[in-house]
C-alpha cells in the first residue's frame, strides 16, 4: 500500500497522560500536513512540516502539542498532558511539493478517545 | 474561523438523480479543491480547481468556480449508492496555498 499510512487508528488514553500519534507519508513525499476533525465538522488545519522543518504551525495549540518529521522515519503529533477536549480524529496528508496546486493525500486518521 | 460554508449540510436523493452541493469562502484563494469523506475514513481527493479556472470535469463531477461571488459547485451525476459519503470543499489561500482550509462538508444520501 503506497498510501498515507498512520498508525494507530485507534488510541485511547487517560487524562494527563501522553499521546503518540505517526504518520508515514506516501512515497516520494516530503510534505506532511496534519488536521484535527471534531464529530460531525470539517477538518481543521494544524502543522504543516517538511522533513526535518516546521514551515506552518499556525494550527497548533501553543501548549501540549507537538509536531516533528524526522530526517528518517514517520512524522509524530504528540500531545502531552491530555485533556478530555483533545478527543477527535486526527488526519495527516502528504503531497510532493509544497506548492499550493497540488492535492493532498490523506490517511485514514488516528481516533483518540480520552477517559 | 472557518473559510468555507457549504450547503446544504445534508441531501438525500434517489439513485440516479443529480446531487449539487455549493460551497462558499471568504478570502482571495490560489485554489479551492472538493475532498469526499466515507464513514470512518480519510478524505479522497476529487478535483482541483484553480482561481483563474471557471469549470472542470472529471468522469461524473462537474465543479464550477465564481471568484466574484467566492463560491463553488460540485455537481455530481447519475448519482450511484455508492456515492454516498461527505463531501467538503477545502481552499488554499494566496498566502498561504498548502494550509487547506475546510469547510463543514454536505452529507449526501443515496437511496436505491
Same mark, same amino acid.
Given at each position: 500500500n503506497a498510501g498515507v499510512m498512520q498508525n494507530p487508528r485507534h488510541l485511547v488514553r487517560r487524562r494527563g497522560q501522553e499521546a503518540r500519534l505517526r504518520c508515514s507519508p506516501m512515497k516520494g513525499h516530503s510534505h506532511v500536513y496534519w488536521y484535527r476533525q471534531l464529530p460531525e465538522e470539517g477538518l481543521k488545519f494544524m502543522v504543516y512540516l517538511q522533513k526535518e522543518n %516546521? %514551515?506552518? =504551525?499556525? @494550527?497548533?495549540?501553543? =501548549?501540549?502539542f507537538s509536531a516533528e518529521f524526522p530526517k528518517e522515519g514517520p512524522s509524530i503529533l504528540r500531545i502531552q498532558q491530555?485533556?478530555? @477536549?483533545?478527543?477527535a480524529a486526527y488526519f495527516c496528508a502528504s503531497s510532493a511539493? @509544497? %506548492? @499550493?496546486?497540488q492535492p493532498q493525500h490523506f490517511g485514514d486518521g488516528t481516533r483518540l478517545s480520552i477517559l | 474561523s472557518q473559510q468555507g460554508e457549504e450547503d446544504p449540510q445534508a441531501l438525500s436523493i434517489q439513485e440516479g438523480e443529480n446531487a449539487t452541493m455549493n460551497c462558499s469562502y471568504k478570502t482571495s484563494i490560489n485554489n479551492l479543491q472538493w475532498y469526499r469523506q466515507n464513514s470512518g475514513r480519510g478524505l479522497v481527493h476529487l478535483i482541483l480547481i484553480r482561481s483563474n479556472e471557471r469549470e472542470k470535469h472529471s468522469g461524473r463531477l462537474r465543479v464550477t468556480l465564481d471568484t466574484s461571488k467566492k463560491s463553488s459547485s460540485l455537481l455530481i451525476t447519475?448519482?450511484?449508492?455508492?456515492?454516498?459519503a461527505s463531501y467538503f470543499c477545502a481552499t488554499g489561500s494566496i498566502?498561504?496555498?498548502?494550509?487547506l482550509v475546510f469547510g463543514q462538508g454536505t452529507r449526501l444520501t443515496i437511496n436505491p
Open positions: %516546521i %514551515i506552518d =504551525e499556525s @494550527g497548533m495549540p501553543k =501548549e501540549r491530555v485533556v478530555r @477536549g483533545d478527543s511539493e @509544497g %506548492i @499550493g496546486n | 447519475a448519482s450511484r449508492a455508492a456515492d454516498t498566502q498561504g496555498a498548502q494550509k
